[in-house]
């Protein structure tokens, strides 16, 4: 076994070889290296939490303003079914007026003509009347030659003419 | 240790050569002797660096390499959380040298550099080198358990609710237990590296003779024995994580009781 055969002539070699290397890797990298990249480790761990921080704030933030959004959006929309309901309202309270109005336009015309054409029509009546007397007094007259006067001719025309 | 003609010294390839300045280098009159196991101590140490320096792009979003050498700070950052608390972040940059330096160690001394004429080493399958590593683990959690709890610190060796007749008794079973961490923390390691390459090292000599061996049975455990090596070669590449794992958690267990005592 080397290790044992060896001793005496290489262990103060191997102790001051190992003592030195090992110590500039203790002191170099360990010492000098090492802490660097755990600081690079923690400044990203670090960078990582402060960004998902942010990130979670401004998602906080988005949907406060999507909630007030929605607020507002509720209240213009009943504002404008608001306006809506009153409009139609107004439009169909006016179209009644007006529909009233023609309404009543048409009834006179409607009146003044049916008066006019039963004034026509008595008129009309008068003059058959009238006519039918003359004629009946005629008829009498050359039929039985009898003089009627025309009061008399006129009930029997209108006894004729009404049944 | 010679082998002999023909044969595979499982051994051999942990035996130490120097390189350099085997004369004269000398610190107070020990030999300093650059080595094999130096070099590739200076290697592992070399690629650990490439390896990080890759990883310090500092990019927000972060690309592959960087990606790997985070995870790696994570999992060591993660595991002293999890066994010593938030006063554990001030021990990853030892935990993390200790692991990553183990880990390359033994996974570079895995790499089949023999089929290009190089000799991998690996000296973590060394007690003298994991021994360090060992003892400079203990001495940590020493002069952080004295300097943090003076000497309330033995109070480690008598756990919550021994009776008083015990207490000697208890006091002197987890004092050893506590002084015998530093050997079983060097050992494990030193053990486990050698027994895989021992293992995988014996299994190529029987490759190796079963072709030679003329036999009509020798090709057939050839074939067996090259199977099993792949296996082995898989479970020493787990072996070689798991026990830089191991070296890492037992150190930080270790410096939890220095840290929080019971």
Sequence with gaps: ?163 | MAAEEGKVDPMHQFAIEPLLGTEGWEIAGYNIAFTNSALWMLISAAVLLLFVAGGMKRQLVPGRWQMAVESFTGFIDGMLAANIGPAGKKYVPYIFSLFMFILFANLLGLLPLALIGLHPFTFTSHFTATGVLAIISFAIVLVVGFAKHGFHFFSLFVPHGTPLPMIPLIFLIELVSFLVRPFSLGLRLFVAMMAGHVLLEVLSSFVINGINAGVAIGPVVSILSFVLMIAICALELLVAAIQAYVFALLSSLYLNDAENLH
């Design chain 1, 1 to 163: 076994m080397p290790q044992i055969a060896q001793l005496a002539e290489t262990y103060a070699s191997q102790i001051f070889w190992i003592l030195l290397i090992f110590g500039f890797v203790f002191f170099v990298i360990g010492r000098g290296m090492v802490p660097k990249v755990m600081a690079t480790v923690e400044a990203r761990d670090k960078q990582i939490a402060t960004d998902l921080a942010a990130a979670e704030a401004a998602r906080k933030q988005a949907d406060e303003e999507e909630e007030a959004w929605r607020v507002q959006e509720n209240r213009r929309r009943e504002e404008a079914q608001a306006i809506i309901a009153e409009a139609k309202a107004k439009a169909g309270k006016e179209t009644e007026a007006r529909l009233a109005a023609a309404n009543a336009k048409v009834d006179d015309r409607v009146t003044a003509a049916e008066a006019k054409i039963a004034e026509a029509r008595a008129n009309a009546m008068t003059e058959i009347e009238t006519v039918a007397t003359e004629a009946a007094n005629d008829i009498v007259m050359r039929v039985a030659g009898v003089n009627v006067d025309e009061p008399t001719a006129r009930a029997a025309v209108k006894e004729a003419l009404h049944g």
